[in-house]
Structures are given as structure tokens and as C-alpha cells.
């Protein structure tokens, strides 16, 4: 270890020192999610869920930021949201904790929600050693985070320690078998929800949410202001409830149950009077998760550019599709999909199997554009399934800016056109094709396709609503 590092690794060592003090201090009822795929969006969604049928008799945090693993769950329990990658920053931050230490300002939050990230063998275990979850939370096991594992089964053991270490009650998806194998040796209690729209009927515990389905707002509920609205039954713990939010995704919906049935727990837990549940809320998600945008040429897209993962990139599709066939069901797709990164050995073999996949969903008019290294094998399987799909329809570069090129010229065979003759003008407005619905999803760092949603939009000022922005990430986007 070398001489930065070891500084490095004294002053995480430092954070952690003083983490477990302050939540020892303080004593928050801790919400641990964990999980390959969905963590934030799952952790968000709680949060909202909470702060709006508990806000007035308890205080309840987690980041607005990504902020997990080592680092990530240090700055998040003190409340710290911002955080720069320097000396200045390190001092800032330490000068911070200290000030929070001596503050008479009294108990930070009694609830605390955190996201527990690894991407290295027992990273998990050292986790807990900072905090152990009072309540946890497991998504769902994917290959993503590989590179310094063996294969999956090492990732979900180190995984499922969270839930091994957890000190009131687990939730577990249904879906992952890994976490149903381990339901059954847990001390704790056990809650089970659904993401795979299960038939309630099997199960009257089940927490899940049926009926899903898309519309166009016609802001009857003065909540929910986004264009695109959805709606549910949501079934938490036999009790079924009608919901409606401004964002899409029927997983999105099953968190919202789940929430339910935790803030349920959570009443139980402080003796809380029976509340009335909301029924209409307006979800916070971090950018780049679902997001629904106008872009340029009357398209409407679908912006998911956070990351990409084998289970994330299907489900994606899936959840954008199901859009698409109930609002916009006369448009052309135009998939716009990045590798997905850390799959380490088995990085061939997922982009081979996205390639099928992704074959399986087109129909007349579809068009596919893919990015960056990996994607050379997507790309040359759908070619030689389908040469003619891959001459017309299927395109693939090593540039986010080459992609945002092409993809401006596909929508510009969608747009309206006026032809004027002489003195008098004949209007001549007709789609050349229906225009287009984009589903944008690909992982982060160095492939950056939020900037080819950046200029696909009709409005410049939804910038900010893209993932990755900032001078931080400007300059990094220039370097490559």
C-alpha cells in the first residue's frame, strides 16, 4: 500500500470511528436497502412514503445523494451532501463532524434510511460493523459488481450478511431466489413483497401492488403534476389501497406498498396512533431513473441513463414498452442502450444475451443504437440474425457524441414539414413516420449517454433533471 492510500485509508478508518459513535449517541431506528439493482429508487420511495404519513411526530432522513459503500454511509449519517474528492474536502468534511458533535441542537432524525452498497469481498461485513439495520430491505441479486467477486453465488453471500445482521425485520423479494433460500435459516421477522406482479391470490400477505396501469394527467388530483401519471392497487398486509403517483414503473408501485407496510412497522414500533395512508403522492427519484421527457421532433423519452445492469436494461424496456403500448402505441421505438459495465468474466456472455433479448421486443420500424466496446457483440449477434435489420435499423459507436448525431438525424425523418410555392404558401404538414418513443439506458462513467438525452430535449431547461451535470462533471466529460 502506498503512501496516499494508506492516508486514505486512515482517514475513512477515522469516519467510521466517529459514525458508530454518533449513531450510538443518538440511537435512530435504522432502514438498511440493499441489493443489487434498485436500491435508491427503493430508498427514495421509502423515504417519501414515510415523510408523508409520519412528518409530524417523527424526523426522518436519508441522502438526496447516491451515497453508499464505505464512504457514502459515513456522509450520510451525518447529513453531509456534498462531497469533494480533495484535501479541501476531507478537512471540510472532518470540520463538519466536529461542529455536529459539539451542536446543542438535539436529536438529528429517528429515522435513518441507508443504501448499502459493495463491490468487493466483505465490504457487507464491514458495513454492519458501522451499523446494523433495524429494518432491511432486499431488492434484488444481479451480475453486476463482479469484478472482484468469482461469480454470483460469492456476491449474493456477501450480499445477504445485511440481512443475517439485521435486528427487528427483513423484507424479502419474492424474486430473488437467493434471498428466499436464506428466508428460512433468519432469526428475525419476515415480511415478502413482489416485483413480478404475482397473483395475490396465493399469497393475502403478499405486499405487492396489481392493476397497474398508465395515463395522461388530467390533474384531478392537485398532488401529481408531471404530464404522465400511474395508478394501483396496492395489497400490504391484506388491506388493499388505491394509489396513484407522477411517475412510472409498476416496481416503482410495489415499493410504494412495501413502504407502506414498513411505515405500518414503524407506527407499531413507537406506538403511534393508526394512521390514514396517503393515497396520492408525488415520488422523488434521483435522475435518470425513469424519467419521462419531450424531445426534439414531438419524441418522448424515456431516460434511465443512470446505470445498466443484465436485470436493470430488461427491466427497463419492459416497464417502458408497457408505456408506450397503453399512450403511445402508433410510434416506432428507438432504443438507445449502453454496455453495461463491472460483469468482469461474464461480460461477453450478458451483452450476447441482451442482443436476443432486445431481437425479441422489435417490430416495423423499430431502430436500435448501441455504445461502446462491449456492445460490439450485442451488435454483430442482432446483425447476423438479421441482416437486414442490421443495414437499415441497427447502428453502433465508441462515442456518446456520435450517437447523438445519428440519433438527431433518425428524428429528423419524423418531423413535420411545410412547403411554400410562389406567392401563396401550401401547407403540406404530414408525418413522414409516426414520430419516435426512446428508451435511453446504459451504465455510467466514460459512456455518459445523459448527454445525448441533453440534446435530444425539446426544453433546454430539463438539464438539471439529467444525471451526472454539474463543473464536476464537465470536466470529467471533456477529459474523455
Known amino acids: 500500500m502506498n503512501l496516499k492510500n494508506y492516508l486514505l485509508f486512515k482517514y475513512y478508518q477515522l469516519l467510521w470511528r466517529l459514525a458508530r459513535r454518533y449513531l450510538a449517541k443518538w440511537k435512530p431506528l435504522i432502514i438498511g436497502i440493499n441489493g443489487s439493482v434498485g436500491k435508491t429508487s427503493c430508498r427514495m420511495i421509502i423515504d417519501d412514503v414515510l415523510q408523508a404519513n409520519l412528518w409530524d411526530q417523527l424526523s426522518i432522513y436519508t441522502s438526496p445523494k447516491n451515497f453508499n459503500g464505505e464512504l457514502g454511509m459515513s456522509l450520510s449519517i451525518f447529513k453531509i451532501e456534498e462531497w469533494t474528492p480533495s484535501v479541501s474536502g476531507m478537512v471540510s468534511v472532518l470540520k463538519t463532524i466536529i461542529s455536529q458533535f459539539k451542536s446543542s441542537a438535539g436529536k438529528p432524525y429517528d429515522i435513518l434510511i ?26 434484488k441479486l444481479d451480475a453486476v459488481h463482479s469484478l472482484q467477486f468469482w461469480d454470483a453465488e460469492a456476491i449474493a453471500t456477501e450480499e445477504l450478511k445485511l440481512q443475517k445482521n439485521t435486528l427487528l425485520k427483513c423484507y424479502i423479494n419474492t424474486s430473488d431466489s437467493h434471498g428466499m433460500a436464506l428466508a428460512e435459516s433468519l432469526q428475525t421477522k419476515i415480511s415478502y413483497y413482489s416485483t413480478t406482479s404475482e397473483l395475490i391470490t396465493q399469497n393475502s400477505k403478499l405486499i405487492t401492488s396489481t392493476d397497474y396501469t398508465i395515463y395522461h394527467n388530467d390533474h384531478s388530483e392537485p398532488k401529481l403534476t408531471a404530464p404522465i401519471c400511474s395508478q394501483s392497487t396496492l395489497h400490504v398486509g391484506g388491506i388493499t389501497m388505491d394509489f396513484a403517483t407522477d411517475c412510472i414503473g409498476q416496481i416503482h408501485h410495489d415499493y410504494v406498498a412495501l413502504a407502506y407496510d414498513i411505515t405500518e412497522t414503524i407506527r407499531k414500533q413507537y406506538n403511534l396512533p393508526s394512521l390514514k395512508m396517503k393515497t396520492a403522492l408525488s415520488l422523488h427519484l434521483q435522475a435518470g431513473r425513469m424519467s419521462i421527457f419531450e424531445g426534439i421532433h414531438d419524441s418522448i423519452i424515456i431516460d434511465s441513463t443512470y446505470n445498466s445492469s443484465p436485470l436493470s436494461v430488461r427491466k427497463v424496456i419492459e416497464e417502458s414498452l408497457m408505456v408506450k403500448k397503453q399512450l403511445f402505441s402508433d410510434r416506432p421505438t428507438l432504443y438507445i442502450l449502453g454496455e453495461m459495465r463491472e460483469l468482469w468474466d461474464s461480460e461477453t456472455q450478458h451483452h450476447l444475451e441482451l442482443a436476443d433479448y432486445i431481437l425479441s421486443k422489435l417490430v416495423t420500424g423499430d431502430k436500435v443504437i448501441l455504445l461502446w466496446q462491449a456492445m460490439k457483440n450485442t451488435f454483430e449477434r442482432m446483425a447476423e440474425s438479421d441482416k437486414r435489420q442490421a443495414t437499415n435499423n441497427l447502428y453502433h459507436y465508441l462515442n456518446w457524441s456520435e450517437v447523438a448525431v445519428k440519433t438527431k438525424e433518425i428524428l429528423a425523418t419524423s418531423h413535420k414539414t411545410q412547403v411554400t410555392m410562389g406567392w401563396w404558401s401550401l401547407k403540406l404538414e404530414a408525418w413522414s413516420s409516426h414520430p419516435y418513443f426512446i428508451i435511453a439506458k446504459g451504465s455510467q462513467n466514460t459512456i455518459f449517454l445523459e448527454e445525448v438525452v441533453k440534446s435530444l430535449l425539446a426544453h433546454p431547461e430539463d438539464n438539471v433533471k439529467l444525471t451526472r451535470q454539474g463543473s464536476f462533471w464537465e470536466g470529467k466529460k471533456q477529459i474523455s
Open 114 to 139: 441507508l443504501e448499502y452498497g459493495i463491490d468487493r469481498p466483505r465490504e457487507m461485513e464491514f458495513l454492519c460493523s458501522i451499523c446494523k439495520p433495524h429494518i432491511s430491505v432486499l431488492t
